[in-house]
Each structure stands twice: as C-alpha cells, then as structure tokens.
C-alpha cells in the first residue's frame, strides 16, 4: 500500500510531461493561488494529491511541488514529505512545452532539498502517441 500511494504522487508529479493529462476533462481541479502559482487537485488510484505549480512571465513551469508519500530517511516510518521537480529549461516538441531539464526529488523546498535530489532529465526528443 504503501509503494502504491507513492507512486501515485510520483505518477501525479510526472504529469507535468504530458499536459493533456492534466485537462480539467480528466477530473483535474484548477485553482490560480496569484499570478504565478497555480494549484492542480487530482485523484490517482485513489490518492489525492494537489500539485503546487509556479509559472514564469511566458506560462512556463518553473518548479512543481507536492506532498508525496514516502519514507525518504528509510527509517521505516511512512508519511507525507515535501517532494518537486525544480525546471531549468522548457523546450518546445511540436504542439508541446514541456519542462525538459531539471531536477527532482524529496524535501525540495526545505533545506534539506540538496540531499533529497536524486534524479536529472534532459529531455531532447519527444513524440507523443496517437
């Protein structure tokens, strides 16, 4: 249960590289909390999650943070940590952009956010499916 309610925020997360999957037509609540931070409530497998998102001035991802199920210290004990993906470059594949460098991983956000990254992307080709 537990690895289940994780990968449903990391799934959650993820999102943000196929933005037609975050379409209010897909059960996703939209909320703009000022002009550059927007919140999106989703349910995956029945886990809610809310994604904290920041824009820039274009409209492009800065950072996606959200309360993610997990037991980051492996101490055994599970519970909700802060978790994001920090965007460093937005590239354009077709009609698509999408945050396509960065970083991700827990306690982003805090200080601990240096210790927490464990995963880099740069993503240089996309083709999405039909």
Same mark, same amino acid.
């Given at each position: 249960?537990?690895?289940?309610?994780?990968?449903?925020?990391?799934?959650?997360? $993820?999102?943000?590289?196929?933005?037609?999957? &975050?379409?209010?037509?897909?059960? +996703?609540?939209?909320?703009?909390?000022?002009?550059?931070? &927007?919140?999106?409530?989703?349910? /995956?497998?029945?886990?809610? +999650?809310?994604?904290?998102?920041?824009?820039?001035?274009?409209?492009?991802?800065?950072?996606?943070?959200?309360?993610?199920?997990?037991?980051?210290? $492996?101490?055994?004990?599970?519970?909700?940590?802060?978790?994001?993906?920090?965007?460093?470059?937005?590239?354009?594949? %077709?009609?698509?952009?999408?945050?396509?460098?960065?970083?991700? %991983?827990?306690?982003?956000?805090?200080?601990?956010?240096?210790?927490?990254?464990?995963?880099?992307?740069? /993503?240089?080709?996309?083709?999405? +499916?039909?």
């Amino acid at each position: 249960d537990d690895v289940t309610r994780s990968a449903a925020g990391r799934a959650a997360g $993820e999102a943000v590289w196929v933005p037609t999957s &975050l379409l209010p037509r897909f059960g +996703v609540s939209w909320d703009a909390t000022s002009e550059h931070d &927007l919140q999106a409530g989703l349910t /995956i497998d029945g886990a809610d +999650v809310t994604l904290h998102m920041r824009i820039d001035d274009e409209g492009h991802l800065e950072r996606v943070r959200l309360d993610r199920w997990g037991d980051p210290d $492996e101490t055994g004990t599970w519970g909700l940590h802060p978790f994001g993906f920090q965007v460093t470059e937005t590239r354009r594949f %077709g009609p698509f952009s999408i945050p396509a460098v960065g970083t991700a %991983g827990w306690f982003h956000g805090t200080d601990r956010w240096a210790s927490g990254q464990f995963f880099e992307c740069d /993503i240089t080709s996309l083709k999405p +499916v039909a």
